[in-house]
């Protein structure tokens, strides 16, 4: 895999390694859990007989071995990923602990599920090392730091296990409906759902709970639980959201592509009108090819207008159109649904694209992203009446 270029490199945080080809970053919001971990447990690991910095510098350490954690766990999926034939652009440890990407275009719920469970379970497994590690020691700093990375990690490991999204198990249960169902879309929004419950579920039992009790709740117990529920309620939202547009999505990509004419950039304009007058056009659309018959513009029905009918037969097609970059071309599989569609213009930014087979490299049509939008737009507008 290509190094990610230099402005790429800076909007994902400090690129640290690489993971089989895969670059590793540390996101720029990272240190905010740093500083948090250090201010937070900075004083309740302080000794007095080992000086006023001690207690920092352990958090410092249990901040850095958090960290490691992380990156583990992020490693997991994306191991677990490539080994399903998916490829992976990135692993990042952010300030929410991290996430991975990777191309799910021709997933399974099988693939999806294995994906996420791997996570949680590498959380689990070092939580275990480190228990075990720590009995092994006879450094108090050593064994203290264990044992707070083991609990850490069987915490992180448990509560990523819990059935919402955006949490791993959340994953396994959208991969779950998906499998019964048939509907990714489906899963998505039921994780998304549960994911909400959870959220609310966090906020009562870490804070309503105690308070019930009568019992004195500091700040910071209230700040930290309103803000993990505050990210699992975002999370949980845009599932829901992503869900909704996967279901209005699921339907062939023929389903929103317009004809096209493939006529060569050499032809004369005069040439063009006399092919267009001698045809129903309707919406199809006027695609000039290269010399080697390869697609590269769309007809300008407005520059044309523009060209006098005495020099009409003079003036190359080329003349009057519209230059396409050359990602606007698209190979797709002949099973693609729209969804593979909408991705592929998303990820190459693309108003405009034309989708050809991908095996015999045939024209199939072409789509605008307003013809998409309005499909889609419909599609939604259908589920929310249904």
Not at 141 to 168: E, K, M, Y
Request: glycine share 10%; proline share 6%.
């Amino acid at each position: 895999m290509t190094a990610p270029a230099p402005d790429e490199a800076r909007r994902h945080g400090w690129r640290i390694g690489s993971l089989a080809g895969t670059p590793v970053y540390i996101a720029r919001s990272w240190p905010v859990i740093a500083l948090l971990i250090i201010a937070v447990f900075g004083p309740a690991l302080g000794r007095p007989d080992r000086g006023a910095t001690y207690g920092y510098l352990v958090a410092a350490g249990y901040a850095l071995l958090l960290l490691v954690s992380v990156l583990v766990h992020e490693a997991a999926h994306a191991l677990a990923a490539r080994a399903r034939g998916h490829s992976v652009g990135r692993i990042v440890a952010d300030v929410w602990g991290g996430h991975t990407v990777y191309d799910a275009t021709r997933s399974s719920p099988g693939t999806t599920a294995l994906v996420a469970v791997v996570g949680p379970l590498s959380n689990l497994a070092l939580g275990v090392l480190a228990w075990v590690a720590e009995a092994g020691v006879t450094n108090e700093t050593a064994s203290t730091l264990l044992l707070i990375v083991a609990r850490a990690n069987f915490l992180v490991g448990v509560f990523n296990l819990l059935p919402g999204l955006p949490l791993d198990g959340g994953q396994i249960v959208s991969a779950l409906v998906w499998r019964l169902t048939g509907r990714k879309g489906a899963g998505l929004v039921a994780a998304g759902w549960l994911g909400r419950a959870m959220a609310v579920a966090t906020v009562l039992w870490l804070v309503g709970r105690p308070i019930l009790q009568g019992e004195q709740v500091a700040l910071f117990e209230v700040v930290w639980p309103v803000a993990i529920a505050f990210f699992l309620w975002q999370g949980a939202t845009q599932a829901i959201r992503a869900g909704a547009i996967t279901d209005a999505t699921a339907g062939p990509v023929d389903d929103v592509l317009e004809p096209v004419l493939l006529l060569s950039a050499r032809d004369s304009l005069a040439d063009v009108h006399r092919r267009a007058a001698t045809r129903d056009l309707g919406t199809t659309w006027l695609v000039a090819t290269d010399e080697d018959g390869w697609p590269f513009g769309v007809f300008d029905p407005e520059a044309a207008a523009q060209v006098p009918s005495a020099v009409a037969p003079h003036t190359p097609l080329a003349a009057v159109v519209t230059a396409q970059p050359s990602e606007w071309v698209v190979p797709l599989p002949h099973d693609a649904v729209l969804t593979d569609l909408v991705r592929a213009m998303s990820e190459r930014n693309l108003p405009v694209v034309l989708v050809v087979d991908e095996t015999s490299r045939r024209v199939r049509g072409l789509v605008t992203a307003d013809r998409v939008n309005a499909v889609v737009g419909a599609a939604l507008a259908r589920r929310r009446r249904g």
